[in-house]
């Protein structure tokens, strides 16, 4: 396979560990915990799991032997810049622990477990993957594991590989299912230990004790190169509003980044929207007068950061889905029926006055996608509403009753973008390259020193990689109960931007400066090689909220 020179150079990349992690590791254990919230709950739901103390990773002067272990790994959900690493990490503690370990990877995600779909992974596997971006070694799935038929299916592999622990590296939902599965398997004296590692570009898994989770610094550093680049084109050509949507399915913690690195015009946050519940309109009018106010100064050019969930922050288009949701579900038969150029109009004379007024506002196109485009459920695709056109058209729209109004006197042309996949995969920054070998090789400590219902966590690493601390969280610690699908669950609580936060509280700070003026920042590409302060630097996120 024809590899480019960063690759080649990028293979030799040595991870930075803590300290602690450079010999031979003692566990020391903390006090016990307790559940975020919802305490009684979550203790009878995981009797076995509940209450286990924080570890911490600490050198050991002497190298106690222990036997060969076989561990299994699984990579859920959607990719992010590290994972291989976290696997190279894993790799390599096992190894540490005893030479005849062996690693074993369930392939397409956790399906992989469920239909026996697995490869070795041996040396020159894993070392052909180190500091590489994507999760092609073993690949990804969103299967859920969430009923006790695929956990017993699950063991029947386990035990025919003779693995006696298993590492998901996932999002919330993975690691709070991989929780339930420890539970299951310590229930059930399977001898099966399940460690779980904090993964999502979102950054929406993050709490007291885990400080990020890994490819969030990775894919926001892709994004804001080239957010930085579009508005440095903006400021050259100064005729285009730039509006680019950035992934992050419900929590803004991407765009809010990005704006951090790049200062651009106008950042949307869903958080925000949903506090001060504004409506779409109040979006329209905050970002036209933005466009309006620069125009004033000649200025007929900007960027706008829009975050992916938007859509189901604003609340009264939450409103609006969930009457869609239903009326639909109900009624598909009958709006089949109906012919295409009818279809908007018979949708309007359906639903209640104050959705139906919204959903006569919404340009065509958002409209058939609302009405249209429908997950095997029969719900809305909110992922696939393209909320950069529907703004922009809809910007475009206000403009121009506003100039009628002899309210704005500017020039006003968008452009559209969406980055998201474009960040997934690239090869992770020095941070994430360290975070994630770091996070695979601390999982290894957790299993030899016999921990389940953890996971595996690195703290302090807005410090230099050496002060960093390895250790474990216990799962059931980050849970609370919600609603989900109609029904109470334990799970870990998401993490959503909070508006009271240093990050937030610094883009608020600055945000009209930066609408007004053009402050733009470029911040280039990833730098792997050079002077640290170029090559090493964490999140803005993650350095404002660890600024003590
Ligand atoms: P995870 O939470 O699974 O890490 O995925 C995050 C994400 O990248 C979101 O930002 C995005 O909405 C989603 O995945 C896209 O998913 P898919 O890869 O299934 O299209």
Same mark, same amino acid.
């Given at each position: 396979? +024809?590899k ?17 992690? &450079?010999?031979?590791v ?8 307790q ?9 009878? @739901? ?20 222990s ?6 790994v ?9 994972? /291989? %690493?976290?696997?190279?990490?894993l =790799? ?5 622990i ?5 690693? !074993? ?5 956790p399906g992989?477990?469920?239909? &026996? ?13 180190? %500091?590489?971006?994507? =999760? ?22 386990l ?9 998901i ?10 929780c339930?599965? *420890?539970? !299951?398997?310590?229930?059930?004296? +399977?001898g ?5 590692c ?20 990775t894919?926001? $550093?892709?994004?804001?190169e080239?957010?930085?680049?579009i ?24 765009? @809010? ?6 200062q ?19 979006? #329209?009018?905050?970002? *036209? ?17 829009i ?5 189901? =922050?604003?609340?009264?288009?939450k409103?609006l ?8 579900a109900? &009624?598909?038969?009958?709006? $089949? ?24 506002? @919404? ?9 249209l ?16 056109k529907l703004?922009?058209?809809m ?21 559209? &973008?969406?980055?998201g ?17 770091s ?15 953890y ?6 690493? +807005? ?11 216990? #799962?059931?610690?980050?849970m609370?109960?919600?609603k989900? /699908? ?7 609580? $998401?993490?959503?931007?909070k508006?009271?936060g240093?990050?937030?509280?610094k ?8 609408? #007004?003026?053009t ?23 993650l ?5 003590k």
């Open positions: 396979m +024809t480019s020179a960063l690759q080649i150079a990028r293979a030799a990349y040595q991870p930075k560990v803590s300290a602690a992690l &450079h010999g031979a003692k566990a020391v254990e903390g006090a016990t915990t559940s975020v919230a919802d305490q009684e709950e979550i203790k009878r @739901l995981f009797p076995n799991t509940y209450g286990m103390p924080i570890i911490t990773f600490e050198s050991n002067e002497e190298k106690v032997s036997p060969a272990i076989n561990v299994g699984i990579l859920s959900g959607g990719q992010a810049p590290g994972g /291989h %690493n976290v696997i190279s990490g =790799f390599d503690g096992i190894k540490a005893n030479p005849d370990s062996r690693l !074993y990877g369930f392939l397409m995600g992989g477990l469920v239909d &026996h779909k697995y490869k070795e992974l041996t040396a020159d596997i894993i070392d052909e993957y180190r %500091n590489t971006g994507g =999760f092609d070694m073993i690949g990804s799935g969103r299967t859920k594991l969430e009923e006790t038929a695929q956990y017993d299916k699950g063991l029947e592999i035990k025919q590989l003779n693995i006696s622990a298993l590492v590296i996932g999002g919330d939902d993975s690691n709070t299912n991989a339930v599965l *420890a539970e !299951y398997y310590k229930a059930n004296n +399977t099966i230990q399940v460690i779980g904090p993964k999502t570009i979102d950054g929406d898994l993050k709490n007291e004790q885990i400080e990020t989770s890994f490819g969030f610094d894919a926001c $550093k892709v994004y804001s080239v957010i930085g680049n508005e440095r084109d903006c400021n050259s050509a100064r005729k285009y509003w730039h509006f680019i949507k950035l992934m992050g399915r419900s929590a803004s913690h991407i765009a @809010l980044e990005c704006a951090l690195q790049t651009p015009n106008v950042c949307i946050i869903s958080e925000e929207v949903e506090a001060k519940k504004q409506s779409l309109d109040d979006i #329209v009018n905050y970002i *036209a007068g933005v466009v309006a106010k620069r125009a004033e100064n000649g200025n007929n050019f900007g960027t706008v950061l975050p992916e969930g938007l859509i189901e =922050f604003i609340p009264a288009m409103s889905i969930s009457e869609l949701n239903d009326f639909l109900h &009624h598909e038969e009958e709006f $089949k029926q109906v012919d295409r150029s009818e279809q908007r109009a018979y949708i309007i004379s359906k639903l209640s006055k104050e959705n139906a007024d919204l959903y006569a506002s @919404l340009p065509e196109g958002v409209a058939r996608q609302l009405s485009d429908r997950d095997p459920h029969g719900n809305v695709q909110v992922s696939l509403i393209e909320t950069e703004l922009a058209e910007v475009g729209n206000r403009l121009a009753e506003w100039k009628k109004e002899g309210k704005y006197n500017g020039k006003f042309a968008s452009l559209v &973008h969406f980055f996949y474009e960040g997934r995969c690239a090869a992770p920054s020095n941070y994430d390259a360290d975070y994630c070998y996070l695979g090789y601390t999982a290894s400590c957790l299993i030899a020193a016999g921990k389940t219902g996971m595996s966590s690195v703290r302090n690493t +807005t410090a230099p990689a050496d002060q960093w601390i390895a250790g474990g969280i216990p #799962v059931t610690m980050m609370n109960m919600e989900r /699908h109609g029904e109470m669950k334990p799970v870990i609580q $998401k993490a959503l931007v508006l009271d240093a990050p937030f509280k883009f608020a700070a600055n945000r009209e400066n930066w609408a #007004v003026n402050e733009y920042v470029y911040p280039g590409p990833i730098q792997y090689f050079g002077p640290t302060e170029v090559c090493d630097q964490t999140t803005r996120t350095a404002l909220e660890q600024a």
